[in-house]
């Protein structure tokens, strides 16, 4: 089946800001709006996207109102999500498929936001996981993964070039680009989001805060179930804010044991996750991946 791409934003195109789980500081709502009118779009920030109710911006409710009216408003072409922390799982059983699939338009976001990037890949449309308002608000829009994200919104498919880690595994493959944060993709498994029913894809992993062994555990889950075996390729993402433990001083010291079996690419440290430099990917799509000894090459292909 062939993925189905929102269509691109034009100049004066509506991208709606809203808050899916925790609570974002106003600041980088308001330098994000800033950014976006000045590439030329008009952004709206929902009802609730600067509430707060308990941790999250505001009750399951309220958060669900905030996605189904942006969604089901003609006039807004991409949808913004302010950021992650917990608590995008809420909304997933109500998610308005219908509307959805009758008028698709760009999700945007990560970490948390995984959750609806799983959603959206369980009816074969893309999305963007990509930086959000506090990135977009402290560089002002100007720095290269913000200018890749608006460049994928207006219409280009990325490529992107980046440097060997020594414990890459070489080969060129190709496949659906799908991933995002471990932890919220591990909660998905076995439910109607779950990413790895695909064969063939090109999974990308990343994560912040999870102990090596957790880590491992969640590792253990895919090689077990079968999925590492039915993947075409992996890019080891950034996992930040973690401890060594008496096992492995390095997370990617994990990881590498757990993969070294594996007979497909395998690209350790490319840039995405929690950290300032987090490439833009389109959710979803084909690419071409290469991984050799001097670099690591993603294309996506034209449409």
């Known amino acids: 089946m062939a993925v189905i791409y929102p269509a691109p934003l034009r100049d004066g195109d509506v991208i709606a800001v809203i808050s899916p789980a925790s609570i974002i500081e106003p600041d980088y709502v308001t330098g994000t709006v800033e950014v976006l009118r ?62 959805f699939m009758s008028d698709p338009k760009w999700i945007i976001g990560f970490s948390d936001i995984s959750a609806l990037h799983a959603m959206a890949s369980s009816m074969n449309v893309a999305s963007i996981h990509s930086p959000m308002c506090k990135h977009l608000a402290a560089d002002g829009g100007n720095d290269y993964c913000s200018q890749s994200l608006f460049s994928i919104l207006r219409g280009e498919r990325p490529e992107y070039t980046t440097a060997t880690h020594p414990y890459n595994k070489t080969g060129e493959t190709e496949g659906i680009v799908v991933g995002g944060n471990l932890a919220v993709l591990d909660a998905l498994i076995s439910t109607p989001y779950d990413i790895f029913v695909r064969s063939g894809s090109i999974l990308f992993i990343e994560d912040i805060a999870e102990p090596i062994y957790k880590v491992e555990r969640m590792l253990y889950r895919l090689k077990l179930s079968g999925i590492f075996d039915r993947i075409n390729g992996l890019l080891v993402g950034r996992f930040t804010e973690y401890n060594a ?37 389109i959710e979803s799509a084909p690419a071409r991946l290469i991984v050799d000894r001097d670099r690591v090459n993603l294309t996506y292909r034209p449409t």
Do not use: Q
Not at 44 to 54: F, I, K, P, W, Y
Not at 253 to 272: G, H, K, Q, W, Y
């Open 38 to 99: 000045r590439h030329g779009w008009t952004p709206e920030v929902s009802r609730h996207a600067l509430g707060r109710h308990g941790s999250y911006s505001g009750s399951v409710d309220e958060r669900l109102a905030d996605l189904n009216d942006a969604i089901c408003d003609p006039a807004v072409r991409a949808i913004l999500c302010s950021r992650g922390g917990y608590g995008t799982v809420h909304l997933l059983d109500r998610f308005p498929k219908k509307a």
């Open 245 to 281: 433990d008496r096992n492995y001083k390095d997370m990617y010291d994990m990881i590498r044991e757990m993969t070294s079996p594996l007979n497909i690419p395998v690209a350790f440290d490319f840039p995405v996750g929690h950290v300032d430099f987090n490439l833009p990917l």
